[in-house]
Nanobody, 111 residues
Framework: QVQLVESGGGLVQAGGSLRLSCAASGSIFKIRVAGWYRQAPGKQRDMVAV???????NYADSVKGRFTISRDNAKNTVYLQMNSLKPEDTAVYYC?????WGKGTLVTVSS
């Protein structure tokens, strides 16, 4: 069993930055791919960024050049650095290490 706990969400003005963290505990040796997803009110949950155990990354087109995903295997933590935030980035952000999900952290970007 793997537990994922997100932190770092909050309220920020447009153009600002936030860094999300996802700490994994439990049977972490099973983690291969990890990623961040987000769900805005009334919308489906979409992939934001994913990272493999080897460090290969993939991003949604809407966040390319603004967001950076990284992982610290020694700390069992995955990060999402979010820069140049826009109001449309407002959503609950979820950490994912298939098949496990965190409970999410809310990011609100004001205009």
């Amino acid at each position: 069993q793997v537990q994922l706990v997100e932190s770092g969400g909050g309220l920020v003005q447009a153009g600002g930055s936030l860094r999300l963290s996802c700490a994994a505990s439990g049977s972490i040796f099973k983690i291969r791919v990890a990623g961040w997803y987000r769900q805005a009110p009334g919308k489906q949950r979409d992939m934001v960024a994913v990272i493999s155990s080897g460090g290969n990354t993939n991003y949604a087109d809407s966040v390319k050049g603004r967001f950076t995903i990284s992982r610290d295997n020694a700390k069992n933590t995955v990060y999402l650095q979010m820069n140049s935030l826009k109001p449309e980035d407002t959503a609950v952000y979820y950490c994912n290490a298939p098949p496990h999900w965190g409970k999410g952290t809310l990011v609100t970007v004001s205009s």
